[in-house]
């Protein structure tokens, strides 16, 4: 990867602060949590960030930042849901939704280099794409970790069905950012000519 520039630094700074941020929602909102096969699963905007910094940062930038989020919280910072840090989260049935943000920003981005116009139809399928990774790492990580090591025996469909209120969150966000990276597109296309008329 390149150097990255301070700006390009800054950026991805932001987005390591909205993770934190989206992510305990439910510290302050406690009834912003659904209970699933004995435990509480806490409602979030991760991935409503997570798509935002793939679609604005790119697929490299993007996911050097989520990467970045992730790290934090491993050397202690308590950035992850409820306050917390460290290794063992990552071993907690949202597990998997922590380690999909690297994909969700990975593919949410790459689909945005790829559109040759900016649009509302092409964002929503790169946010909808965004979505899926998010999902079907994270349910597939959370059934494993329950009739595993956590054990807590739950049905692979039960897994899907209890986060459902979830995706369909997630799946309404994705309309959300895609009027947002409409209007910042156009909000930077429009700076930049009127810089280039005044020069």
């Known amino acids: 990867m390149k150097k990255l520039t301070a700006m390009e630094i800054s950026a991805g700074a932001v987005f390591v602060g909205l993770m934190a941020i989206g992510a305990n929602i439910a510290v302050w909102f406690p009834f912003l ?16 960030f997570a798509i935002l910094a793939g679609l604005m940062l790119g697929r490299k930038l993007g996911t050097f930042t989520m990467l970045t989020y992730l790290l934090v919280g491993l ?8 306050m917390k840090s460290g290794p063992f989260i990552f071993f907690d049935y949202t597990g998997g939704f922590l380690l999909s943000f690297v994909a969700v920003a990975f593919v949410s981005g790459l689909i945005t280099e790829f559109l040759k116009k900016p649009g509302f ?6 946010a909808l794409a965004g979505v899926s ?4 790492i994270g349910v597939s990580y959370m059934y494993l970790a329950m009739n595993t090591w956590l054990g807590l025996e739950i049905a692979y ?9 979830f995706l369909l969150k997630d799946i309404g966000l994705t309309f959300i950012v895609a009027v947002l ?19």
């Open 121 to 126: 139809l092409p964002y929503i399928a790169a």
């Open 157 to 165: 469909h039960t897994a899907w069905l209890g986060m459902l209120p």
């Open 181 to 199: 990276m409409l209007k910042i597109t156009t909000r930077l296309q429009t700076g930049l000519m009127s810089f280039s008329s005044a020069k």
């Open 133 to 136: 990774a998010n999902y079907l």
């Open 33 to 48: 949590a659904v209970p699933i096969g004995g435990v509480s699963v806490p409602l979030s905007l991760q991935t409503f």
């Open 75 to 82: 050397a202690g910072v308590p950035v992850f849901a409820n």
